[in-house]
């Protein structure tokens, strides 16, 4: 990759402004898309991100040197005009915009399309010369229901043990899907526990203004049978290990797009699977190309040489960008 951005050891580098994004290295400067572990990591002298992100980010990496912007909001770094731009992936979550002499490059960080909710700003397309794009479900069987659908499985899932006094153990990470879920269940249902990384964000988010339903955390104090017909989100992390003794009698659930591939639901030991992401499925990773308007598209993490070669198809100019960037270190992140 070279041109605006370009590719270097510690991530994707700006030569003209002197920055990197989402960098996987200690640098100097290093403009952050989102607070997830693998894209907003410890040991940068100068942070900069969308004002949501920061609190999460300092709940994660302790006191950094960071700052702040509005959406939209033009900062100038050594002539290089940057914005951020929603990205609907998490709270504050960006895209982030360059342009130098004319040039436009967006790195999307990672980004969902389509509905929406409260939990974060909606995606909007941007356009630019090129675009660096996620491919994390990039391919067709990857299309998500609509969230009527998805939450009335939700809840009647968790009502069916609910009337049997089971508990309902749905695994979500605890940046991003948690929140989704918990904007998306009928909390009428009963009460809805959270395990300590999910409780500690929620807190952190609940701090900055986001309104979720009322969750206790799970304690020590809590013993097996204390708690029955619950709704319980844990990070994935949890499943299997001796803290889910104490909720006993259960059932568990997966949240995860991955949950559209068949027989991954049964590999991760779970009762049932919900297909939820806050990745773009198929559909909305074409559409939210197209919309740019870029002829050269770079593709990271995800179906990376599958989803370039069919945009080559397409017509564009495409091609495969290597990162360090992954799911593995939300999961990593969920158990801190």
Known sequence: MTGLLSYKAQGIYCEAGDFFIDPWRPVNKALITHAHADHSRWGMKQYLAHHRSIPVMRH????????????EEEVNINGVKVSFHPA???????????????????????????ESDHTCAPFEPVKCHAFITESTFGLPIFRWQTNESLFADINAWWSSLARNKKNAVLFAYSLGKAQRV????????????????VENTNEVLRADGMILPETTRITQDHKSGDIKGALIIAPPSAMGTPWMKRLQPYETAIASGWMQVRGMRRRRNADKGFVLSDHADWEGLNHAIAETGAERIYVTHGYSDIYSKYLSEQGYDARVVETEYGEEQEEKEANA
């Open 60 to 71: 994660r990496l302790g006191e950094i040197n960071v700052s702040g912007v509005e959406y």
């Open 88 to 114: 609907g992936h998490i709270i504050g979550s960006s895209q982030i915009r360059v342009e130098y002499k004319g040039e436009v490059w967006v790195v999307s960080g990672d980004y969902r399309t389509g």
């Open 182 to 197: 918990l904007a998306g269940v009928d909390p009428s249902i009963g009460p809805i526990y959270t395990h300590g990384a």
